[in-house]
């Protein structure tokens, strides 16, 4: 492994770490973040995803040992103290772990519609922890793939990847460009997906009386982001609209949760 000690914040082996806060500024370089060492443990795991280099503490150093082996040898190792990797990086580093990784290209949207059982269609969800925890309930309840407008925060925004719990890097997820929404769910439906809308709007019915019929052999869960909910032109591609009756006294739920009651429903619908 190459492992270099680095010699505090102003270190200029560290320049390729300056604005990794930056989401937008990192995509425009063709990177992401991984942070925290479940996360970064699961991009080494997996094999497929290019390391730039890391930056961590002696502890992460010493925990990440064994899957580190596996590495390009020139794949620079930053090591430093936890006051160092706040001070490079602008934030206190969650377990003392950062990865600077190569983007994978970017998934074609018709790959995901042709491969997919059960596919997550996510419209205007900016929140980075609402699309982490999205993608978290989708690897949980073992939905394919995410489709996402283009008004939703990146998946691989470091956020976002912590959140899901590394589940941002497994699922595979495709995002439509604005001259192509919402007519891609036109693509979607002639796949032979039946297309399912959260909302909490009427006309709806009931998420258990469309869990209580024959599952469709191909099922895509629509959700829109909170407040706003899924605009007029999305909902009305939809087959089925419903909702989750909840409380009067409770506005909405949250919809990373909402999303995942509603794919364990229809996951077990006909079971």
């Avoid at 190459?2 to 990192?26: F, H, K, Q, S």
């Avoid at 032109?233 to 009756?245: K, L």
């Amino acid at each position: 492994m190459a492992v270099e000690r680095i010699e505090g914040a102003g270190d200029p082996r560290v320049e390729a770490w300056r604005g990794v806060r930056d989401g937008e500024l990192l995509r425009a370089r063709g990177l992401f973040v991984a942070e925290g060492r479940l996360v970064v443990r699961r991009v080494l795991d997996e094999g497929r995803y290019r390391v730039h280099s890391l930056l961590m503490n002696d502890a992460a150093l010493n925990d990440l040992s064994s899957p580190l082996r596996s590495i390009a040898e020139d794949v620079p190792i930053l090591v430093g103290s936890a006051g160092d990797l706040a001070g490079i990086a602008g934030y206190h580093v969650h377990r003392g772990c950062l990865a600077l990784v190569h983007r994978p290209p970017a998934v074609p949207i018709d790959g995901i519609i042709a491969r997919a059982q059960t596919l997550v269609v996510l419209e205007g969800v900016s929140n980075a922890d609402n699309v982490g925890g999205v993608f978290r309930n989708a690897a949980a309840f073992g939905a394919d793939a995410v489709l996402l407008s283009p008004t939703c925060c990146d998946p691989l925004y470091r956020k976002a990847i912590r959140t899901s719990m590394g589940a941002a890097l497994r699922v595979p997820f495709a995002r439509a460009d604005a001259a192509d929404w919402p007519g891609v769910l036109i693509r979607v439906r002639a796949a032979g997906f039946t297309i399912v809308a959260l909302t909490p709007r009427e006309p709806s019915e009931r998420l258990d009386a469309i869990a209580g019929r024959p599952r469709p052999a191909r099922v895509a869960l629509i959700v829109g982001a909170e407040g706003a909910g899924l605009t007029p032109a999305v909902e009305s591609t939809a087959d089925y609209r419903v909702r989750i009756p909840i409380s009067d006294d409770v506005d909405s739920l949250n919809v990373a949760v909402a999303a995942g009651i509603a794919l364990y429903r229809l996951r077990t619908a006909d079971q």
